[in-house]
């Protein structure tokens, strides 16, 4: 189990499976840069650090909710940050690129690529979910009501 509720790790078979083409078709080039390749968004470059109203963010690749609004908190990183994950959200792993350990934040409906977690946040957790928003989608709470 991964660290903060997840179930599966890296290497394991997810609920949603797609092939390379299947995954190029569903995402963005951005977002399969991210989620399918491990790539990093540009800090500042996502409207998503800016959102502030009551919803949830999901997995862009799967739609799986992995934050509520209500975790997010401005890091001055510039990259969307949340205190915590929702339950079953994402799992996490080690990741040891460019000469340096570091836990990596996946999705875990679909083993996506979405950030890293650092433990430099706010309470209650101290915790930083640092995400990627090509990662992310953000469905405001109002929008159910419709």
Known sequence: MGLFGGTKSKDDS???SMTEAEWRARLTPAQFKV???HGTERAGTSPLNAEKRPGMFRCAGCGRPVFAADAKFESGTGWPSFTAPLPEGVGTSEDRSFFMSRTEVHCAGCGGHLGHVFPDGPAPT???FCMNGDALDFAPA?????
């Open 14 to 16: 997810y609920p949603v």
């Open 126 to 128: 101290g915790q930083r």
């Open 35 to 37: 989620l399918r390749e």
């Open 142 to 146: 109002d929008a159910a009501k419709k």
